[in-house]
């Protein structure tokens, strides 16, 4: 019985639908993505800053952000760079969406531990695209860390 309940819950888990956090001081831009993202299956979780962004991924760690680089109080570099930082979302997939275009901007997104980025003004098929991607390496890559705890588990009782 306790493999039937183990079983149901990773089928649960992974008939999850996917939560995209969309960061983005600009209203517009926010309901934009937001409208764009209506095409694929998820539910999108808006934040206008990031401060608000890294509450919310304390509070309920989302399964994607896509987060805009300028940003009042705090920007996009840095809040990914926190992201990253920290052990509990380091594995969180991010996509930076951004105006700028020049090679440092570039350079600073992936020092910052970005996963991929998009130029605004943002193209809808390349954006769903690249989400779609991201969210299937990230449903991959929690189902090995969900088979490696698993088989831990059952070495552990083999001992």
């Known amino acids: 019985m ?9 089928n649960d888990e992974s008939l999850k639908t996917p939560a995209i956090l969309v960061v983005d001081d600009n209203e517009q831009n926010l309901e934009l993505l937001q409208a764009y993202l209506e095409d694929i299956h998820c539910r999108t979780i808006p934040a206008r800053d990031g401060i608000e962004a890294l509450e919310i991924i ?13 940003m009042p109080k705090m920007s996009g570099f840095e809040v990914c ?12 997939p991010v996509i930076m969406v951004t105006a700028l275009n020049e090679l440092g901007d570039i350079e600073r997104a992936i ?31 929690d189902q090995l860390e969900r088979t490696i705890a698993y088989l831990s588990e059952i070495e552990k009782q083999a001992k």
């Open 58 to 70: 304390k509070k309920s760690k989302p399964d994607l952000v896509l987060l805009d680089v300028m």
């Open 81 to 92: 760079r926190r992201i990253k930082n920290n052990p509990q979302t380091a594995d969180l």
């Open 111 to 141: 020092e910052s531990g970005t996963d991929d980025f998009l130029s605004k003004p943002v193209n809808k098929l390349e954006l769903v695209t690249r989400v779609k991607t991201m969210l299937k390496l990230k449903h991959l890559s």
């Open 2 to 10: 306790t493999k039937t309940i183990a079983n149901q819950k990773k």
